[in-house]
């Protein structure tokens, strides 16, 4: 009796310790994704993971877009989170299997506050981060598009607006609304210093250019998507 | 005993996942990086191609491939189109992969077109 009442206090205490929020990430998240590191290290164990990483979460996206997201989530990634899982050959090029995408599981508003609260806690390495920051400023979007799309060949992997781009990496008219400024700059700058196996090349783009290519994703964020898809 | 043979080849893989470079095979490395642009067949129609102002290479043409050298193909993987004169769409790649892993690839490539 003495001692199921011990066991029960020492419960009790271990859950004060791992907030609420990480008890919900450890029981409805960690199946497919990372929380604690480190990125994957091989080819085949990038293919294993069935979500993007989050051991760096709170580096990487704003809290705002998260605790709507988690919410209410939309595909971002419009050939999933590995396309090779989800594409066959089709006539005239590659095919979406639209069939084998599944939605993102949803968390009710209280819940994603509080996930969201455990995520911002998860911070980046200063290996990762690297020096470079976002200095602000703002371009004009034709302009921003000609740096995106002509000069640095960004716009083959990724969609520009709906419909509209590549599609084996994220969407970006997005992109500013989920991830912070500093991690645009920083993982432009350095995409295998955050995940050595990503799919997406450093395209060794000036600092300069950098800078002006997150402008460019700011003002493609302002847009109202939502409504125009 | 058979066991204890299983465990310490475990063991001695995940030692060398934690250390970080990690050598890929050119068939996966094909998959991961090249399969977006090129192709899942490796013939240039690819995921990615619908909205691209210059069409990735044919990589199964011997016609395409043939007049290129290894040193060629190494060049243009490592360093990108823009490094012979060619698109910017053809992304540089030294810092995805070594330069063991981009031999792998010209080799790999060597198969997909029967050239060379």
């Not at chain 1, 009442?5 to 994704?33: D, P, Y």
């Not at chain 1, 599944?102 to 996930?115: I, K, N, Q, T």
């Not at chain 1, 997005?174 to 995940?195: C, E, G, M």
């Not at chain 2, 240039?44 to 007049?67: E, I």
Request: glycine content about 8%; aromatic content about 8%.
């Amino acid at each position: 009796m003495r001692y199921l009442f011990l066991f029960v206090a020492l419960t009790v205490a271990n859950a004060a310790v791992a907030s609420e929020g990480m008890v919900i990430l450890q029981k409805r998240c960690v199946s497919c994704h990372e929380i604690s590191g480190p990125a994957a290290q091989s080819v085949q164990e990038l293919w294993q993971r069935k979500g993007p990483d989050l051991f760096y979460a709170g580096s990487k996206y704003n809290a705002e877009w998260l605790k709507k997201w988690l919410v209410k989530p939309r595909r971002i990634r419009p050939a999933g989170h590995h396309p090779i899982q989800h594409i066959q050959p089709g006539k005239k090029r590659d095919m979406v299997d639209t069939t084998t995408l599944r939605p993102h599981p949803a968390l009710s508003p209280s819940d994603a506050e509080e996930v969201t609260e455990a995520l911002m806690k998860l911070k980046a390495s200063a290996e990762m981060m690297g020096t470079a920051v976002f200095k602000g400023g703002s371009i004009s979007a034709s302009f921003g598009e000609m740096v995106f799309d002509k000069f640095n060949g960004c716009m083959a992997c990724h969609e520009i607006e709906p419909g509209y781009g590549g599609l084996s990496g994220p969407e970006v008219y997005t992109a500013a609304k989920r991830y912070q400024a500093d991690y645009l700059v920083s993982f432009i700058t350095d995409p295998q210093a955050w995940n050595p196996k990503t799919p997406m090349p450093n395209k060794h783009v000036s600092a300069a250019n950098i800078q002006k290519i997150v402008q460019y994703l700011q003002a493609l964020a302002k847009e109202n998507w939502d409504e125009k898809k | 005993m058979r066991k204890n043979k299983l465990f310490l080849t475990l063991f001695v893989s995940l030692l060398m996942l934690s250390s970080a470079a990690w050598s890929d095979d050119a068939e996966d490395n094909y998959k991961n990086y090249c399969w977006q642009c090129h192709g899942m067949t490796g013939d240039g129609m690819g995921l990615n191609v619908q909205d691209m102002s210059v069409q990735p290479r044919d990589h199964t043409s011997a016609k395409a491939m043939g007049g290129r050298s290894d040193a060629d193909l190494f060049k243009v993987i490592k360093e990108g189109g823009l490094a012979i004169d060619k698109s910017v769409l053809m992304p540089p790649w030294r810092d995805s992969l070594s330069d063991d892993e981009i031999h792998g690839l010209v080799k790999y490539l060597r198969k997909l077109c029967q050239c060379g």
